[in-house]
């Protein structure tokens, strides 16, 4: 069982992997679903089935058709087989609300579409509070890093071998909240960026910043920081 009470305005990260470790996405058009299903299911009502023929995110959405948001994505990351959120709960009860409904929507897609049964994620989602300002300067980063896992996946021994090519591909990586950070408009009506460009500055802020952690990140050094690559994803 979770032993955590989520709090109205704290900040959380988020996480979570396949059962057995399996793949959670499959293709784009699974990740595309993923993410629809996360800015749909942002709000009180029932999970809505507005997602057919749909293979873009921001071009057929109707950003009318969901209601108020209850909870703030601040940062996000898709992998094949997990997710990470950095993300903050507008109500106490918001965050067991919107990853039951994001759960539940995005499982009975995935096993309808593959014809399967059963649960698609390795039990309920794993929640570390933010409690630490180091925590929460550098764990934007570290999510926002997990791409690399299919580039160079040396970064985890703080050994990247061509850090210019690192952010080039971290740039282009579409499933994560980074390059809207980095000045683009990827997903600007699925996160919320205020909070971390007050905290850690513009898009050239936020490119300095990364470039400075691949040259010298030292997750030992961050007091308190839980890293769930520790557990074996």
């Not at 709090?7 to 629809?36: C, P, S, W």
């Not at 933010?130 to 926002?144: A, R």
Request: glycine share 6%.
């Amino acid at each position: 069982m979770r032993k955590i009470n989520f709090t109205e305005g704290q900040i959380y990260h988020i996480y979570n992997r396949g059962v057995e470790k399996r793949d959670i996405f499959m293709d784009d058009a699974d990740r595309f679903r993923f993410l629809r299903s996360m800015f749909f299911c942002n709000n009180r009502s029932p999970a809505i089935n507005s997602f057919r023929g749909e293979n873009e995110f921001g071009e057929k959405m109707d950003l009318n058709n969901r209601g108020e948001a209850i909870v703030r994505i601040h940062v996000f990351v898709l992998m094949s087989n997990h997710f990470h959120f950095l993300i903050e709960p507008l109500d106490d009860d918001a965050m067991s609300i919107f990853m039951h409904k994001l759960g539940t929507a995005y499982t009975m897609y995935f096993n309808k579409k593959n014809k399967r049964v059963g649960s698609l994620f390795q039990g309920p989602f794993k929640a570390i509070e933010v409690e630490t300002d180091s925590y929460f300067q550098y764990l934007p980063y570290y999510i926002h890093l997990n791409p690399l896992d299919l580039f160079q996946p040396s970064w985890r021994e703080q050994k990247i071998l061509d850090p210019k090519k690192a952010m080039t591909f971290l740039n282009n990586y579409k499933w994560s909240s980074y390059s809207d950070y980095s000045g683009k408009n990827n997903y600007p009506s699925l996160i919320y960026k205020d909070l971390l460009v007050d905290v850690l500055g513009g898009p050239v802020e936020h490119e300095k910043g990364m470039r400075e952690w691949l040259k010298s990140m030292s997750f030992e050094s961050i007091e308190g920081m839980s890293f769930e690559s520790r557990l074996d994803f």
